[in-house]
C-alpha cells in the first residue's frame, strides 16, 4: 500500500511522487490549491516517501516510519499549524530556525509541513527566509497556502511550487465505492464534501461524523426562537470542545511515542516543548473546524432551498434531506432572506480565526438567523414534518 493511494486520480501528486522517487526533491516546495485539494495528504505523503526505510522515496506505507509520519508521530517530520489568525513570529524563531539547524533524529529527511503559510506575518516569513536560502543538505520545507497572494515574493521564488485543485465528484464517488461505500452514501459524501476527498472518506466512513452533520443542518427547524438559538449555540460550541477532548487522548499518544523516539538525547527538550506548543495550537484548530463545519452545514441548507426554488436540484449538496427542502423551497420565505442567512453563515465561519470569543460567534449567528428565517414561517408547509 503506496503512501500515496489516498491521493489516486490528483495528476498534481503524480507529479510529486515523481519528483520524490527519482531524487529530484527540492529543498523547498509550495503546495497551492484550495481547501479539499490535498495539500496535507500530499506533504504527508512526500514527508513519508523520503524517509521510508523499506521503499525509500516511494513510501511502502506499511513501514513503521511511514506509519508514524501518516499518524503525525515521527521525531524527524514537524507540522506547524496558525494560532488564531497567524503563525507568529516566535513560533518561526522558536521551533523552526533551531530544529532546521539540526541533524535527523532517525530518518533520512527532516521535513517541515507549514500549514496555512500565508498566515505567517511579515516578520515570520522574513525570519524562515534566511533558513530557505541556506538550508541544511537534508532538510525539506513543504508550504500549503491556498492564498499565494499573500505570501512574499522572496519566500515563494525559493519555492518549486506546484498547483493542485480539488478532486471532482465523480472521482470521488468512484474511490468511495472502491472502498467499501454504497453508491448511496458515496454520492452524498462526494457533494458534500465539495472537492474535498479527505472530508468525503470522513463523511462516508465515519459515523459520528455524518450524524454530527445531519444534526447540524436539521437545526434550522429548531431556530424559533432567541432562546432556541442559545441552546443549539451552546450544543454545537460543547460538540466542538468534546471533539477536542478526544483528540487530547491522541495527543498523549503521541508524547508516549515520541518519548520513547528521542529517549533522553540531544535536543529532546526542545522537541518535547515544540510538540507541547503544536498540541495546543491543533485542539483550538480543532474546535474551530468544528465549529466551522457546523456553519457551512447550517449555511449548504439554505442554499440548498434558494437551489431548489430556481428548479436547479441537480446542484443540492444536502441530498438526503430533498423532501424538507422541497417544503421549504415553496414555502412563503423571501430569497433576500434566505441568502442573507446563508451569507451570515459564511461570514462568521470565515471570522472564526479572528475572534477570541468563538462562542459568542455561534450565539450571535445563530440569533440572527431566527430574525431572518424563522421555520414559523413554513407553518402549514408541511416543513415540521
Given at each position: 500500500m503506496s503512501v500515496w493511494k489516498t491521493l489516486h486520480g490528483s495528476r498534481a501528486a503524480e507529479v510529486l511522487a515523481a519528483h520524490v522517487s527519482s531524487g529530484d526533491v527540492a529543498h523547498a516546495w509550495?503546495?497551492?490549491?484550495?481547501?479539499?485539494?490535498?495539500?496535507?495528504p500530499a506533504a504527508i505523503a512526500m514527508a513519508a516517501?523520503?524517509?521510508?526505510?523499506?521503499?525509500?522515496?516511494?513510501?511502502?506505507?506499511?513501514?513503521?516510519?511511514?506509519?508514524?509520519?501518516?499518524?503525525r508521530r515521527h521525531p524527524d517530520v514537524h507540522h506547524i499549524v496558525p494560532e488564531g489568525p497567524l503563525i507568529p513570529v516566535d513560533v518561526v524563531r522558536e521551533q523552526v530556525i533551531p530544529e532546521?539547524?539540526?541533524?535527523?533524529?532517525?530518518?533520512?529527511?527532516?521535513?517541515?509541513?507549514?500549514?496555512?503559510a500565508d498566515r505567517m506575518n511579515d516578520p515570520a516569513q522574513n525570519a524562515l527566509l534566511k533558513t530557505l536560502e541556506e538550508p541544511q543538505p537534508d532538510t525539506v520545507f513543504i508550504l500549503l497556502s491556498d492564498r499565494e497572494e499573500e505570501l512574499l515574493d522572496t519566500i515563494r521564488s525559493r519555492c518549486r511550487v506546484v498547483r493542485m485543485e480539488p478532486v471532482d465528484e465523480g472521482t470521488i464517488v468512484e474511490l468511495l465505492r472502491k472502498e467499501g461505500a454504497?453508491?448511496?452514501?458515496?454520492?452524498?459524501?462526494?457533494?458534500?464534501?465539495?472537492?474535498?476527498?479527505?472530508?468525503?472518506?470522513?463523511?462516508?466512513?465515519?459515523?459520528?461524523?455524518?450524524?454530527?452533520?445531519?444534526?447540524?443542518?436539521?437545526?434550522?427547524?429548531r431556530l424559533t426562537s432567541a432562546s432556541d438559538a442559545l441552546d443549539v449555540a451552546a450544543e454545537i460550541v460543547a460538540e466542538a470542545r468534546e471533539a477536542s477532548k478526544a483528540a487530547e487522548q491522541q495527543q498523549k499518544d503521541e508524547v508516549t511515542e515520541l518519548a520513547e523516539a528521542l529517549g533522553e538525547g540531544r535536543g529532546t527538550s526542545?522537541?518535547?516543548?515544540a510538540l507541547a506548543k503544536r498540541h495546543k495550537r491543533e485542539l483550538r484548530r480543532l474546535e474551530e473546524e468544528v465549529l466551522a463545519d457546523a456553519l457551512g452545514s447550517l449555511a449548504s441548507f439554505y442554499r440548498d432551498v434558494l437551489a431548489a426554488r430556481s428548479?436547479?436540484?441537480?446542484?443540492?449538496?444536502?441530498?438526503?434531506?430533498?423532501?424538507?427542502?422541497?417544503?421549504?423551497?415553496?414555502a412563503d420565505v423571501d430569497e433576500a432572506?434566505?441568502?442573507?442567512?446563508?451569507?451570515?453563515c459564511v461570514r462568521a465561519r470565515a471570522s472564526l480565526t479572528k475572534n477570541a470569543n468563538?462562542?459568542?460567534?455561534?450565539?450571535?449567528?445563530?440569533?440572527?438567523?431566527?430574525?431572518?428565517?424563522?421555520?414559523?414561517?413554513?407553518v402549514g408547509t408541511g416543513a415540521g414534518e
Open positions: 509550495l503546495l497551492l490549491g484550495p481547501v479539499g485539494s490535498g495539500k496535507r516517501a523520503l524517509n521510508c526505510s523499506v521503499e525509500p522515496g516511494v513510501g511502502c506505507g506499511t513501514c513503521s516510519s511511514c506509519l508514524r509520519i501518516t499518524r532546521a539547524s539540526r541533524s535527523t533524529f532517525e530518518g533520512r529527511a527532516k521535513v517541515f509541513i507549514i500549514e496555512e454504497t453508491e448511496e452514501h458515496a454520492l452524498l459524501a462526494a457533494r458534500l464534501s465539495e472537492g474535498n476527498l479527505e472530508r468525503a472518506r470522513v463523511l462516508a466512513f465515519d459515523d459520528a461524523a455524518m450524524e454530527r452533520r445531519g444534526i447540524w443542518v436539521g437545526a434550522v427547524r526542545g522537541a518535547r516543548n428548479g436547479g436540484e441537480e446542484g443540492v449538496t444536502n441530498l438526503d434531506l430533498l423532501p424538507e427542502i422541497r417544503r421549504w423551497a415553496e432572506r434566505l441568502l442573507a442567512a446563508a451569507e451570515r468563538v462562542a459568542l460567534t455561534i450565539e450571535s449567528t445563530l440569533v440572527e438567523l431566527v430574525r431572518l428565517v424563522p421555520p414559523r414561517a413554513l
